[in-house]
């Protein structure tokens, strides 16, 4: 171990004799979903995705086809906001309810070939009642032109409580984090991924876990409660014995965060932590997102990406976002400038894109398989249990024709 890590290590509180004993006694079911990576190719037990697959000439095999799935353990421990996100049929927020719709519906997402999701432990941008996330406009039924540069993916400008900086409508802002500001887990969040990971082992989905997310990440109180958390959460993780995670330490690092250590230059002090934490000769897979193709358009490391050469060198698999203007020539120079950043053969997965056109013969979705990049559907949508897949209350039924459109092109191209 290197110094550094060493010392960064011994800084953190050691785990309480009562949480060393339940690892020590507690011992995890068989998994039966075991995710690896190859070169540049996502194997499920030892098999390649869509094994055997090509698409208009393209390769298919190997890649995870995903959906933005972030508020599968929503709740809001803000009293002052927790209306927002009521049940149109019952006037109440329910946030098990929530989570078993979410896992009443993964198998339907199975079905069509999407065989993973990200989920994050401290949510996304919930818009809520008109707040539709960080301005990214609706999109027409059937389609949909996605976010316009500035939107989804564009810099916050607000600092403060709600409002257009990107954490729903103004006023106070939401609590929702599975992590507590010492960087401790709270158990009833965790006790909603237990579910929501359990049904993806069993359906042989993957999940992409995201850790932090700007707006929440400040409630963490200083630096050593960031790396308790990440401790605390890749830790969990591993106990419960999960081989079909993936995780992603942030979103979007290079936008908004409060904490140093969560930004780009010290990302892989985190992503190392990450993997030293080992049960028998396995650790987890990390990365981090970088904002869409227009984010952070000056002083970039490569013309065409906002991601750095120390993330994606860094990183054992390179996630990308399709934010900005529904542009694929855009979308394939960015998934090329981050795959160049990482000066090696790793998996590009797109896990963010809210640009559709799925019925025509130009999309995002068949720009990125074309540069063999997985890709993964997103839409803010508001709170009103009809569309979108991230304001809540979130209807995770495949049922709006943007959703339709996007499963049914997911199939086309798997084959499944």
């Given at each position: 171990?290197k110094?550094?890590?060493?010392?960064?290590?011994?800084?953190l509180?050691?785990?309480s004799?009562?949480?060393?004993r339940?690892?020590a006694?507690?011992?995890?079911?068989?998994?039966r979903t075991?995710l690896?990576?190859r070169d540049?190719?996502f194997?499920?037990?030892?098999r390649p995705t869509y094994?055997g697959r090509?698409f208009?000439?393209k390769?298919?095999e190997g890649?995870?086809?995903n959906?933005?799935m972030v508020?599968g353990?929503f709740d809001d421990?803000n009293?002052?906001?927790?209306?927002?996100?009521?049940?149109?049929?019952t006037?109440?927020?329910?946030?098990?309810?929530n989570?078993?719709?979410f896992?009443a519906a993964?198998?339907?997402?199975?079905r069509?070939g999407?065989?993973?999701?990200?989920?994050?432990l401290q949510g996304?941008?919930?818009?809520?009642q008109?707040?539709?996330?960080r301005?990214?406009a609706?999109?027409?039924?059937?389609g949909?032109a996605?976010?316009?540069?500035?939107?989804?993916?564009?810099?916050d400008?607000?600092?403060g409580?709600?409002?257009?900086g990107?954490r729903?409508?103004?006023?106070?802002?939401v609590e929702n984090t599975?992590?507590?500001p010492?960087g401790?887990l709270?158990?009833?969040?965790?006790a909603r991924?237990?579910?929501?990971?359990?049904h993806?082992?069993?359906?042989g989905?993957?999940?992409?876990v995201?850790?932090?997310?700007f707006g929440q990440?400040?409630?963490?109180k200083d630096e050593?409660?960031v790396?308790?958390?990440?401790?605390n959460?890749?830790n969990?993780?591993l106990?419960?014995?999960?081989?079909n995670?993936?995780?992603?330490?942030?979103?979007e690092?290079?936008?908004s965060y409060d904490?140093?250590?969560?930004k780009p230059?010290?990302?892989?002090?985190l992503f190392?932590?990450?993997?030293?934490?080992?049960?028998?000769n396995r650790?987890?897979?990390?990365?981090?997102s970088f904002?869409?193709?227009t984010?952070?358009?000056?002083?970039?490391?490569?013309?065409?990406?906002?991601a750095?050469?120390?993330?994606?060198?860094?990183?054992?698999?390179?996630?990308?976002?399709?934010n900005?203007?529904?542009?694929?020539?855009l979308?394939?120079?960015?998934i090329a400038?981050t795959?160049?950043?990482?000066?090696g053969r790793?998996?590009v997965?797109v896990n963010?894109?809210p640009?559709f056109?799925?019925?025509?013969?130009?999309?995002?979705?068949l720009?990125?398989?074309?540069e063999y990049a997985s890709?993964?559907y997103y839409?803010?949508g508001q709170?009103?249990y009809?569309?979108g897949?991230?304001?809540?209350?979130?209807n995770w039924?495949?049922n709006?024709d943007?959703?339709k459109?996007?499963?049914?092109?997911?199939?086309?191209?798997t084959?499944v």
């Amino acid at each position: 171990m290197k110094r550094r890590d060493f010392l960064s290590m011994a800084a953190l509180p050691a785990l309480s004799p009562l949480l060393r004993r339940q690892r020590a006694s507690t011992r995890p079911p068989a998994r039966r979903t075991d995710l690896t990576i190859r070169d540049d190719a996502f194997y499920i037990n030892g098999r390649p995705t869509y094994a055997g697959r090509t698409f208009n000439g393209k390769k298919i095999e190997g890649l995870l086809m995903n959906t933005r799935m972030v508020q599968g353990i929503f709740d809001d421990l803000n009293p002052e906001t927790a209306s927002r996100w009521v049940y149109p049929d019952t006037g109440k927020w329910d946030p098990e309810r929530n989570t078993n719709e979410f896992v009443a519906a993964m198998g339907e997402w199975a079905r069509y070939g999407v065989l993973a999701f990200t989920i994050n432990l401290q949510g996304g941008t919930p818009g809520g009642q008109g707040g539709r996330g960080r301005g990214a406009a609706a999109a027409p039924p059937g389609g949909g032109a996605g976010a316009a540069p500035g939107g989804a993916g564009a810099p916050d400008a607000a600092r403060g409580p709600g409002g257009p900086g990107g954490r729903g409508p103004a006023g106070p802002m939401v609590e929702n984090t599975a992590i507590d500001p010492d960087g401790n887990l709270r158990p009833a969040y965790m006790a909603r991924l237990q579910r929501i990971l359990d049904h993806a082992d069993e359906l042989g989905m993957a999940a992409i876990v995201g850790y932090f997310y700007f707006g929440q990440d400040q409630r963490l109180k200083d630096e050593a409660a960031v790396k308790r958390g990440v401790l605390n959460a890749t830790n969990w993780i591993l106990d419960h014995g999960y081989t079909n995670v993936l995780v992603e330490i942030n979103n979007e690092c290079n936008i908004s965060y409060d904490h140093d250590i969560l930004k780009p230059p010290r990302l892989p002090e985190l992503f190392d932590l990450v993997r030293q934490q080992t049960r028998g000769n396995r650790h987890l897979m990390v990365s981090s997102s970088f904002g869409g193709t227009t984010s952070s358009p000056t002083g970039r490391e490569h013309p065409d990406t906002p991601a750095t050469a120390s993330v994606s060198k860094n990183a054992d698999f390179l996630l990308v976002h399709g934010n900005g203007p529904n542009d694929p020539d855009l979308l394939r120079r960015c998934i090329a400038g981050t795959r160049a950043l990482a000066a090696g053969r790793k998996p590009v997965l797109v896990n963010e894109d809210p640009n559709f056109h799925f019925t025509e013969s130009e999309n995002h979705l068949l720009a990125s398989v074309g540069e063999y990049a997985s890709w993964g559907y997103y839409e803010q949508g508001q709170s009103n249990y009809r569309d979108g897949y991230q304001s809540p209350p979130v209807n995770w039924g495949i049922n709006t024709d943007n959703k339709k459109q996007f499963f049914e092109l997911a199939q086309k191209v798997t084959g499944v």
